[in-house]
């Protein structure tokens, strides 16, 4: 069984290992910081959040490493029409294989 301490260590090896995300916003790639990497039961989340200046079409999102290539991606995202931020969350799930 994977500990409390083993899990802790996966989210922070991937809270180090990545750099930022990035949007494609309106045809446009746009840098965001990744706000957040938090870890519920057997589930890491990792949250990118995107302020209230965003308003328009978001086709892509990806998570980028140190070394720039993509670790995780979502497509056909939404249109944001609001004045508020938005969170997205890229959840992967921690299961022990015997």
């Known amino acids: 069984m994977i500990t409390t301490q083993g899990k802790e260590a996966i989210a922070k090896s991937i809270e180090l290992f990545l750099t930022h995300a ?3 916003f309106e045809g446009a ?3 965001v910081a990744i706000h ?3 870890i519920t039961g057997n589930k890491i989340r990792i949250l990118v959040y ?3 200046l965003v ?3 978001i086709t892509k999102i990806i998570l980028l490493d140190n070394m720039g290539r993509i670790f995780l991606e979502k497509q056909d995202i939404t249109t944001k029409t609001d004045m508020q931020g ?3 969350a890229f959840d992967i799930n921690i299961q022990e294989v015997v």
């Open 36 to 38: 957040k990497v938090e």
């Open 22 to 24: 990035e949007m494609t």
């Open 86 to 88: 938005i969170m997205f």
């Open 29 to 31: 790639p746009r840098t």
């Open 55 to 57: 308003t328009g079409t």
């Open 50 to 52: 995107f302020d209230d």
